[in-house]
């Protein structure tokens, strides 16, 4: 007799970090609670720069989010380029 298996769900975790240059936080872009309350992902914008259509080496190069604000020390920079 076979065991019926189970059947699970997937979750896709998607994180966009960045290093605070003032304090080394490690700071999820797509966490308002890590940039200090400010959501840059409005509309899909973050996303959009990091997994949007065409080709991700030329999206990357232009990655940019502007006026970040560490929840931590409070320091503001701005992104520019993504590793991956």
Same mark, same amino acid.
């Given at each position: 007799m076979s065991q019926k298996?189970?059947?699970?769900?997937a979750r896709l975790n998607i994180?966009? !970090?960045v290093d605070c240059p003032k304090c080394d936080r490690y700071?999820?872009?797509? +966490?308002?609670r890590d940039t200090n309350g400010?959501?840059?992902n409005d509309?899909?914008?973050?996303?959009?720069?990091a997994c949007? !259509?065409?080709?991700?080496?030329i999206l990357h190069e232009q990655f940019e989010v502007? +006026?970040?604000t560490c929840?931590?020390?409070?320091?503001?920079f701005n992104v520019k380029g993504m590793e991956w």
């Open positions: 298996l189970k059947t699970v769900e994180e966009v !970090n700071i999820d872009l797509l +966490n308002d400010n959501d840059h509309d899909g914008y973050v996303l959009t720069q949007g !259509n065409g080709q991700w080496a502007e +006026n970040v929840s931590q020390c409070r320091a503001e």
